[in-house]
C-alpha cells in the first residue's frame, strides 16, 4: 500500500512513523522548504495519550531533552497584584507525563524518526482524482503520480480538505478570538518564568527559548467579528496586530517594536474545523486538517498525535477501509476535544472584570492542592474528559518482531 500524506508538521511524521512500522510505503509532501524546520512556532504541549504515543515510538527521552523548561508564570493585570504559579505542580495535576515543547523542536524530532519516509519539500497537491481503486495527485512541481490513499495532515487550513471536501469557511467555527507569536531578542531576560499581562478582551505572553537565546512574544485578542485578511500576508496580519495593541501600554511597546524584524511571525483565528467526517473515499484527514479544537486553546497537538495513531494501525489492520474504523474510534476524542477551547478562551481572554480575577485565583490556588484533589477537579472539567475519554488502541501485533522501536535513528 502506497499513502500519500500532505503536511510535515506533527500530524504528518507521526502517521508515516508508524505506517512505516507496518510495512507500508509513505511519501509526505510539504509546502514549505526542509530548511525552515527548526525552532520556529509556539510552545505546545503534549500530554495523556500523546505522551504514551511518544514513548511508544521511543522518543520520549529526546523530547522531555528539548523541552522549554519554562518553570514559572507570572501573571499580571492592571490594578491587581503579580500572582506566581508553579507550573511543576499545576502539570502534575493535569498529567504525569505532560511536556511543554516548542512545535519546531517536535516537528524535528518526529520527522527524523520517519526514514525511510520520502520527502517532497517545497511542494503542494493541485488536483486529486479518486477512481476508487486509487488516487492520482497533481503537484506543483512534481510529476504527477498514483497512490492507494491520500490523507491531508495539513493543519487547519488544509490543502486536501479543500480539495475533496469542499472550502474551508463551510466548516470553520470562529470562537471569537485571534493568536500572534513572534520571536524578538531577550530582553527582559526572563529565564524559567513566562510572563503573561491580562485585560479584558486581550492578553500579551512573554517567554525565553533556551535553546535559541531570544524570546517569544505572544498576543491573543477577543473580535466580536471575524478580521478580513490573507493568512499568508505576513505584512498585513502585522499591521492588524500592531493597530490592535498599539495603546495597550505595559511592556507591549517594547515588544511592538520588534514585530516588523520579526521573521517567524505567526498569526492566525482561534477556530474550529467542525467537519462531522474525515474520509471521502480512499482520502482521509488527521490532526487540524479534519478537527482542529482551535490554536493554543485546545489541545490541538496532543490530539494530532492521538489521532494519527490511530489511523495508522486501522490502515495496517483494515486497508483503505481503515478510514472508516479509524473514525469511529477517535469520534469520542475529537468531539470531547471540541469543548476545551471555548472554555480555555473564556478565562485565558477574559470577557469582562469577574473573568479577569479569576485565572490569578484559580491557577494560584489548584496547585497548592493535593495531587490526586487536582486531578479529581480537572476529570470534571472539559480538558480531563477529553484526555480520558477513550482508551489507546494496542497495534503492537501488527508490528514486526524486527521491526526496530526507532526506525529513523
Known amino acids: 500500500m502506497k499513502v500519500l500524506i500532505s503536511g510535515a508538521s506533527v500530524a504528518g511524521p507521526v502517521l508515516a512513523y508508524w505506517l512505516n512500522r507496518y510495512g507500508v510505503e509513505t511519501t509526505v509532501v510539504e509546502r514549505t522548504p526542509a530548511l525552515r524546520h527548526g525552532l520556529g512556532g509556539h510552545a505546545v504541549d503534549l500530554f495523556g495519550h500523546a505522551s504514551d504515543v511518544v514513548q511508544k515510538m521511543g522518543?520520549?527521552?529526546?523530547?522531555?531533552?528539548?523541552?522549554?523548561?519554562?518553570?514559572?508564570?507570572?501573571?499580571?493585570?492592571?490594578?491587581?497584584?503579580?500572582?506566581?504559579?508553579?507550573?511543576?505542580?499545576?502539570?502534575?495535576?493535569?498529567?504525569?507525563?505532560?511536556?511543554?515543547?516548542?512545535?519546531?523542536?517536535?516537528?524535528?524530532?518526529?520527522?527524523?524518526?520517519?526514514?525511510?519516509?520520502?520527502?517532497?519539500?517545497?511542494?503542494?497537491?493541485?488536483?486529486?482524482?479518486?477512481?476508487?481503486?486509487?488516487?492520482?495527485?497533481?503537484?506543483?512541481?512534481?510529476?504527477?503520480?498514483?497512490?492507494?490513499?491520500?490523507?491531508?495532515?495539513?493543519?487547519?487550513?488544509?490543502?486536501v480538505r479543500r480539495l475533496a471536501f469542499g472550502p474551508e469557511e463551510s466548516v470553520r467555527r470562529h470562537l471569537g478570538g485571534y493568536l500572534a507569536v513572534y520571536s524578538m531578542p531577550d530582553v527582559f531576560a526572563l529565564g524559567s518564568s513566562m510572563l503573561i499581562h491580562q485585560s479584558v478582551g486581550r492578553l500579551v505572553g512573554l517567554y525565553s527559548v533556551r535553546q535559541t537565546g531570544q524570546a517569544r512574544a505572544m498576543f491573543m485578542v477577543r473580535t466580536e467579528a471575524e478580521l478580513e485578511y490573507d493568512y499568508r500576508?505576513?505584512?498585513?496580519?502585522?499591521?492588524?496586530?500592531?493597530?490592535?495593541?498599539?495603546?495597550?501600554?505595559?511592556?507591549?511597546?517594547?515588544?511592538?517594536?520588534?514585530?516588523?524584524?520579526?521573521?517567524?511571525?505567526?498569526?492566525?483565528?482561534?477556530?474550529?474545523?467542525?467537519?462531522?467526517?474525515?474520509?471521502?473515499?480512499?482520502?482521509?484527514?488527521?490532526?487540524?486538517?479534519?478537527?482542529?479544537?482551535?490554536?493554543?486553546?485546545?489541545?490541538?497537538?496532543?490530539?494530532?498525535v492521538a489521532t494519527a495513531y490511530?489511523?495508522?494501525?486501522?490502515?495496517?489492520?483494515?486497508?483503505?477501509?481503515?478510514?472508516?474504523?479509524?473514525e469511529a474510534e477517535v469520534r469520542q476524542m475529537v468531539d470531547r476535544s471540541r469543548k476545551i477551547g471555548p472554555k480555555v478562551m473564556g478565562s485565558i481572554i477574559p470577557r469582562g472584570p469577574a473573568t479577569l480575577r479569576l485565572l490569578p485565583w484559580a491557577a494560584s490556588v489548584v496547585?497548592?492542592?493535593?495531587?490526586?484533589?487536582?486531578?479529581?477537579?480537572?476529570?470534571?472539567?472539559?480538558?480531563?474528559?477529553?484526555?480520558?475519554?477513550?482508551?489507546?488502541?494496542?497495534?503492537s501485533a501488527l508490528l514486526s518482531p524486527r521491526s526496530p522501536a526507532n526506525p529513523g535513528r
Not at 310 to 326: F, M, N, S
Not at 367 to 374: G, N, S
Not at 383 to 394: I, Q, R
Request: proline share 5%; hydrophobic share 40%; aromatic share 8%.
Open 310 to 326: 490511530i489511523l495508522a494501525g486501522e490502515l495496517a489492520t483494515h486497508g483503505p477501509a481503515g478510514l472508516r474504523t479509524y
Open 59 to 159: 522518543l520520549w527521552d529526546e523530547v522531555t531533552a528539548a523541552r522549554t523548561m519554562i518553570d514559572e508564570l507570572t501573571i499580571e493585570r492592571a490594578g491587581g497584584r503579580p500572582v506566581h504559579v508553579d507550573l511543576g505542580r499545576l502539570y502534575a495535576g493535569i498529567s504525569d507525563q505532560h511536556v511543554e515543547i516548542l512545535r519546531g523542536e517536535l516537528t524535528r524530532i518526529l520527522s527524523a524518526a520517519t526514514t525511510p519516509t520520502e520527502y517532497l519539500f517545497g511542494d503542494s497537491i493541485t488536483a486529486l482524482t479518486d477512481d476508487g481503486a486509487g488516487v492520482d495527485v497533481t503537484f506543483e512541481r512534481n510529476a504527477p503520480r498514483r497512490f492507494d490513499l491520500v490523507i491531508g495532515a495539513d493543519g487547519m487550513h488544509s490543502n
Open 367 to 395: 496547585p497548592k492542592l493535593p495531587t490526586p484533589i487536582q486531578r479529581f477537579i480537572w476529570s470534571q472539567n472539559a480538558v480531563g474528559k477529553a484526555l480520558g475519554s477513550t482508551a489507546l488502541p494496542d497495534y
Open 233 to 304: 500576508d505576513k505584512d498585513q496580519q502585522k499591521a492588524l496586530l500592531a493597530t490592535e495593541f498599539r495603546d495597550y501600554g505595559w511592556r507591549v511597546p517594547q515588544l511592538l517594536e520588534q514585530l516588523e524584524a520579526a521573521g517567524d511571525f505567526y498569526f492566525d483565528a482561534i477556530a474550529q474545523i467542525t467537519l462531522d467526517t474525515w474520509q471521502r473515499g480512499r482520502i482521509g484527514l488527521v490532526g487540524d486538517a479534519g478537527y482542529c479544537p482551535a490554536p493554543a486553546v485546545g489541545g490541538g497537538t496532543s490530539l494530532a
